[in-house]
Nanobody
Framework: QVQLVESGGGSVQAGGSLRLSCTIS????????VAWFRQAPGKEREGVAN????????NYADSAKGRFTISQDNVKKTVDLQMNSLKPEDTGMYYC??????????????????WGQGTQVTVSS
């Protein structure tokens, strides 16, 4: 069983930065994929980045490459998403998701069995 809690969302102006954190509580296991998704109103949920716990590999959506960085903090038991050079199109509800399986370059919501409640990110122009 896995529980995920997101934090760090907020409102920023274009060009600003935010750091999102996903706190992970797991009863057993030490590997799996943790991903960040986002969803804008009226649009499909899309994968932004993922981190393969136990291996350290990462994947990013094209829209996130060069601006976002996903990382793991083993002490705090979090997976963080550092978002720089934010754009209005980055606006949306950001969700942390996890699965016991591996990460793939392409992220589909159906791959992930555990989800957090979401945290809102708003980028104004």
């Amino acid at each position: 069983q896995v529980q995920l809690v997101e934090s760090g969302g907020g409102s920023v102006q274009a060009g600003g930065s935010l750091r999102l954190s996903c706190t992970i509580s797991v009863s057993t296991g030490s590997s799996g994929c943790v991903a960040w998704f986002r969803q804008a109103p009226g649009k499909e949920r899309e994968g932004v980045a993922n981190f393969y716990i136990g291996y350290g590999t990462t994947n990013y959506a094209d829209s996130a490459k060069g601006r976002f960085t996903i990382s793991q903090d083993n002490v705090k038991k979090t997976v963080d998403l550092q978002m720089n050079s934010l754009k209005p199109e980055d606006t949306g509800m950001y969700y942390c998701a996890a699965t016991s399986g591996r990460c793939w370059a392409t992220m589909y919501p159906t791959m992930f069995h555990y989800w957090g409640q979401g945290t809102q990110v708003t980028v104004s122009s």
